[in-house]
Structures are given as structure tokens and as C-alpha cells.
């Protein structure tokens, strides 16, 4: 076999899909991934982060088909964390959490709540 050979496919798909064509492409290919890991894994399955699809500036017609296309084809009984900036008409059916501080997932009126319920999750395993 050649260097070639073993090189990830991404590397082939990020130097011949160029603009709006690589973000679809990534994001089929990704979750062909995660749909093999669900089926063949035993172990426990993470959650899906996919953060901003849009990142190539997507024409409409495109962003709609990729937000379908995560939508439909999330594994079954898997946890998606999808940061977008818009869901451009798709409902996704799930909790929604909207950031209002730039570069903060969590707010400061949050940190005495998270850090009480981690500690008490902490102590736990402690035990």
C-alpha cells in the first residue's frame, strides 16, 4: 500500500470539494461515521456535536437541505448538541438553549446552580 492509501478521506474531500460542496460533503460523510459507530459499537454512545454547518455561507437551498439532512438522519436514540445561528425553517424537536454572552456557554447566573449539582455528582463517586 502507498502513503496515499492511508491518509484520511477528509483530506480528499477538503482538497477536491472547494466553497459551499465541502461543508455537505464533510457532514454526509460524518455522519455515515456515526451511523457505522452506533450500529457496530458496543460501547456507549456520545453525543453529536456539529457546530455551525453553515460555516461556508450555504445558499439557501443548501442550508435547508443540510439542516433536513441532519435532522433526518440523526442516529436513533442519540443526543445532538447542533450550534447553529438559525434553523432556517427546520424543527428539530428539542430543548433549545440560547446564548446571550459572547464566547460563554455558561452564564453567570448559572454557576452557583451548575457548580451545586457537579459537586453533588462529584461527591458521589467519591463514596
Known amino acids: 500500500m502507498t502513503e496515499d ?3 484520511p478521506i477528509t483530506s480528499k474531500i477538503e482538497s477536491k470539494e ?23 459499537s458496543s460501547s ?37 448538541i447542533l450550534g447553529i445561528a438559525e434553523t432556517y425553517g427546520v424543527d428539530f424537536n428539542c430543548k433549545t438553549i440560547t446564548l446571550n454572552e459572547k464566547y460563554s456557554l ?3 447566573s448559572e454557576y452557583d446552580n451548575v457548580h451545586e449539582e457537579m459537586i453533588n455528582k462529584l461527591s458521589k463517586l467519591w463514596e
Open 5 to 7: 492509501e492511508y491518509k
Open 18 to 40: 472547494t466553497g459551499s460542496s465541502r461543508p455537505r460533503a464533510l457532514i454526509a460523510y460524518y455522519f455515515t461515521f456515526f451511523h457505522l459507530m452506533k450500529k457496530f
Open 44 to 80: 456507549t454512545y456520545f453525543p453529536l456535536i456539529v457546530d455551525s454547518p453553515n460555516q461556508e455561507d450555504q445558499d439557501v437551498e443548501h442550508i435547508d437541505k443540510i439542516m433536513k439532512f441532519i435532522q433526518e438522519n440523526q442516529p436513533k436514540d442519540s443526543q445532538l
Open 106 to 108: 455558561l452564564q453567570k
